[in-house]
């Protein structure tokens, strides 16, 4: 029993199969925007991540740097209590000017190295602070993403499985058409931002909005299933009378 595609003619099919391939690029890039997103909240968490570990690494090294200084400082020190003792001890003029003399030079020493741990104490103090802040964003993004990933990555599925089943009809309606006409609609489709079947309407391309030449008009009117092609942006035409016409 024939069917109602069956009694289409290709201007139909094409018009029909355009308003199928626009609902699917708009669900397709529905999901690409989706999946983007979601994407785009897992690799925010994993750079603030890397971020957070970055920081931690700094603040351990200069951690480091000051548990090495303050030993250094430890044992200067030690060094120069001892060389203070011994100076009690000695008699000698020439031995008290060379334990003065190391004493000076540990205690310079021990000026560039607190100079130094200074410097390393608040550099450690502004890594903290700026290790809680970026401690505290990925705990506050990945609260927010759990949900937004969860929530987008389902609307993606269902908009895949909407493409899935409407995937049928487009087929059948592509399989009554010739490879030819077919393929020349996918080109103006794809090149066309899905826009490739358009009316012509008073004179009119509605695609490119230039006027039709009258011979073209005219046999577009009498001759409605005959596929022809706006010579302007070379869009498909077609002509349906207006209402009351």
Same mark, same amino acid.
């Given at each position: 029993?024939?069917?109602?595609?069956?009694?289409?003619?290709?201007?139909?099919?094409?018009?029909?199969?355009?308003?199928?391939?626009?609902?699917?690029?708009?669900?397709?890039?529905?999901?690409?925007?989706?999946? /983007?997103?979601? =994407?785009?909240?897992?690799?925010?968490?994993?750079?603030?991540?890397?971020? #957070?570990?970055?920081?931690?690494?700094?603040? =351990?090294?200069?951690?480091?740097?000051?548990?090495?200084?303050?030993? @250094?400082?430890?044992?200067?020190?030690?060094?120069?209590? =001892?060389?203070?003792?011994?100076?009690?001890?000695?008699?000698?003029?020439?031995?008290?000017?060379?334990? @003065?003399?190391?004493?000076?030079? /540990?205690?310079?020493?021990?000026?560039?190295?607190?100079?130094?741990?200074?410097?390393?104490?608040?550099?450690?103090?502004?890594?903290?602070?700026?290790?809680?802040?970026?401690?505290?964003?990925?705990?506050?993004?990945?609260?927010?993403? =759990?949900?937004?990933?969860?929530?987008?990555?389902?609307?993606?599925?269902?908009?895949?499985?909407?493409?899935?089943?409407?995937?049928?009809?487009?087929?059948?309606?592509?399989?009554?058409?010739?490879?030819?006409?077919? /393929? !020349?609609?996918?080109?103006?489709?794809?090149?066309?931002?899905? /826009?490739?079947?358009?009316?012509?309407?008073?004179?009119?391309?509605?695609?490119?909005?230039?006027?039709?030449?009258?011979?073209?008009?005219?046999?577009?009117? !009498?001759?409605?299933?005959? #596929?022809?092609?706006?010579?302007?942006?070379?869009?498909?035409?077609?002509?349906?009378?207006?209402?009351?016409?």
């Amino acid at each position: 029993m024939p069917t109602v595609e069956d009694a289409m003619t290709d201007i139909d099919r094409l018009a029909a199969l355009q308003e199928v391939d626009r609902r699917l690029k708009e669900r397709r890039d529905r999901m690409a925007l989706l999946v /983007s997103e979601a =994407d785009g909240y897992e690799l925010e968490i994993v750079r603030r991540r890397q971020l #957070v570990a970055t920081l931690t690494g700094e603040r =351990d090294s200069l951690e480091q740097r000051r548990a090495t200084m303050d030993r @250094q400082l430890d044992i200067s020190g030690g060094k120069i209590r =001892d060389n203070r003792m011994r100076m009690n001890r000695v008699r000698n003029s020439t031995e008290l000017l060379a334990l @003065q003399r190391e004493i000076d030079l /540990s205690k310079e020493a021990n000026a560039l190295v607190e100079d130094e741990l200074l410097r390393v104490m608040e550099a450690i103090e502004t890594l903290t602070a700026q290790l809680g802040e970026a401690e505290a964003a990925v705990h506050e993004l990945e609260a927010q993403a =759990d949900a937004a990933v969860a929530q987008r990555r389902a609307e993606a599925e269902s908009l895949r499985q909407e493409v899935e089943s409407e995937r049928g009809a487009r087929d059948s309606l592509a399989a009554g058409m010739s490879a030819s006409l077919r /393929s !020349k609609y996918e080109q103006l489709f794809e090149r066309r931002g899905g /826009s490739a079947v358009v009316a012509a309407r008073s004179g009119i391309c509605t695609g490119c909005r230039m006027h039709i030449p009258p011979q073209l008009y005219n046999e577009l009117q !009498k001759h409605r299933d005959v #596929v022809r092609q706006c010579p302007n942006c070379h869009r498909i035409l077609f002509w349906r009378p207006e209402p009351g016409q």
